[in-house]
T-cell receptor, first 116, second 113 residues
Framework: KQEVTQIPAALSVPEGENLVLNCSFT??????LQWFRQDPGKGLTSLLL?????REQTSGRLNASLDKSSGRSTLYIAASQPGDSATYLC???????????????FGKGTLLTVNP | NAGVTQTPKFQVLKTGQSMTLQCAQD?????MSWYRQDPGMGLRLIHY???????DQGEVPNGYNVSRSTTEDFPLRLLSAAPSQTSVYFC????????????FGPGTRLTVT
């Protein structure tokens, strides 16, 4: 059974700092990995999608890497801003136990606070 | 495009009541799914659909019913609400079943007393 772990559970940094969020998964047989952002009381906003054949994806100040063989992904946020404060969720897509469905397994998230 | 929309945003039910959470998407996506999000549990898949007329169970389907009569709509029905169903419910869609990017709705916060 796939398990996704995100470390740390919470992170507080001063504005302007570069930071890294970590995501690990137990089954390396994945199709892709997706990073989401969730603001309090809101839905999930997709940030980056990395296919299993890719090593990294970049969008603005965000860079996500994927090392499928070691079961790890990182989300790097450059020059953090108070507006980056949110919960960041990592999710991996693989086959379910029956082999018939592309199951999305989520981590529990990292709560990021960027202080002005 | 409005993307994925959900109604209502908030709902309070008494134990034993039934209700339907609405989900609609205007992106012509074939694949739609329902998740619940609970503190300390992450998001868990309730039911999903790979196209109109086809639905299947996810990880935590008990107490919920779904149908998919059109490509656009995927309602989630609570048959007899229980306090354990207090949660935030998210609907999601993607173009097809497979390793495609998922798009999420804004969620419905449900409290069962």
């Amino acid at each position: 059974k796939q398990e996704v772990t995100q470390i740390p559970a919470a992170l507080s940094v001063p504005e302007g700092e570069n930071l890294v969020l970590n995501c690990s998964f137990t089954d390396s047989a994945i199709y892709n990995l997706q990073w989401f952002r969730q603001d309090p009381g809101k839905g999930l906003t997709s940030l980056l999608l990395i296919q299993s054949s890719q090593r990294e994806q970049t969008s603005g100040r965000l860079n996500a890497s994927l090392d499928k063989s070691s079961g790890r992904s990182t989300l790097y946020i450059a020059a953090s801003q108070p507006g980056d404060s949110a919960t960041y969720l990592c999710a991996v897509r693989g086959r379910d136990s029956g082999g018939s469905n592309y199951k999305l397994t989520f981590g529990k998230g990292t709560l990021l606070t960027v202080n002005p | 495009n409005a993307g994925v929309t959900q109604t209502p945003k908030f709902q309070v039910l008494k134990t034993g009541q039934s209700m339907t959470l609405q989900c609609a998407q205007d992106m012509n996506h074939e694949y739609m799914s329902w998740y619940r999000q609970d503190p300390g549990m992450g998001l868990r898949l309730i039911h999903y659909s790979v196209g109109a007329g086809i639905t299947d169970q996810g990880e935590v389907p008990n107490g919920y019913n779904v149908s998919r009569s059109t490509t656009e709509d995927f309602p989630l029905r609570l048959l007899s609400a229980a306090p354990s169903q207090t949660s935030v419910y998210f609907c999601a869609s993607s173009p097809f079943v497979g390793p495609y990017e998922q798009y999420f709705g804004p969620g419905t916060r449900l409290t069962v007393t």
